[in-house]
């Protein structure tokens, strides 16, 4: 079991930045995959940045190439998400998952556990 809270969320005006921790506790943290998801209102869970469990593999959408980069602290059994150059697109509930697959995966079913999530909210 592994549990996940997600911290760092916030109000930001457009172009702006924003650090988003995951912190996780119970088994080792670096026995997993970590990944980043997002759902803004009336939409599905959509997909937004993994890396393996080593750190070695990156996977980022489309969407936000360029301008998030995730990265983890095995050492801290921490996790993160720094978010550059926000729009107001990027306003959603932002969760990290934990996937037993070690190596990223954009399915949230090969993800076993779940944070409560973190609102990010972008002004235009």
């Known amino acids: 079991q592994v549990q996940l809270v997600e911290s760092g969320g916030g109000l930001v005006q457009a172009g702006g930045s924003l650090r988003l921790s995951c912190a996780a506790s119970?088994?080792?943290?670096?026995?997993?995959?970590m990944g980043w998801f997002r759902q803004a209102p009336g939409k599905e869970r959509e997909f937004v940045a993994a890396?393996?469990?080593?750190?070695?593999?990156?996977d980022y959408s489309d969407s936000v190439k360029g301008r998030f980069t995730i990265s983890r602290d095995n050492a801290k059994n921490t996790g993160y998400l720094q978010m550059n150059s926000l729009k107001p697109e990027d306003t959603a509930l932002y969760y990290c998952?934990?996937?037993?697959?070690?190596?990223?995966?954009?399915?949230?079913?090969?993800?076993?556990?779940w944070g409560q999530g973190t609102q990010v909210t972008v002004s235009s």
């Open positions: 998952a934990a996937s037993t697959t070690r190596w990223p995966t954009r399915s949230p079913n090969d993800y076993s556990y």
């Open positions: 119970g088994r080792s943290f670096n026995m997993y995959a």
């Open positions: 890396m393996s469990f080593n750190g070695k593999s990156i």
